[in-house]
């Protein structure tokens, strides 16, 4: 299953007011419904995170995580994942690990 981008800013401000969030030292998750088939994710580092190498790495990893737990997500739902400071220098099989607990706290895992 693929997912589609978030691009829009309305719908990053949608999520963050409405969704539920889900918090780790690696990534923060918000979880929305949304009323499509579909699932859309968004990725956002800030500058905080470090330089924009740091940024590009937290965000590749944090979507390859995604990428692999994708065909257990339910449709039907938007995610915003944020990374935090620590993301750049973990692998992606430690956000795997989290961002799996995230999403069954969250119950959109199948």
Known sequence: ??????????DFR?????GKSFVAPV??????KNRSKNVR???????KIGNAVKRNRARRVIREAFRILAPDVKPGYD???VARGKTPYVKSTEIVR?????????????
């Open 1 to 10: 299953m693929d997912f589609l981008p978030i691009k829009e800013n309305k």
């Open 14 to 18: 949608r999520i963050y007011a409405k």
């Open 27 to 32: 990534v923060v998750t918000y979880v929305l």
């Open 41 to 47: 994710i968004g990725i956002t580092t800030s500058k």
């Open 79 to 81: 995610f915003i994942l």
């Open 98 to 110: 989290v961002l799996s607990a995230q999403l069954k706290k969250a119950g959109v895992l199948k």
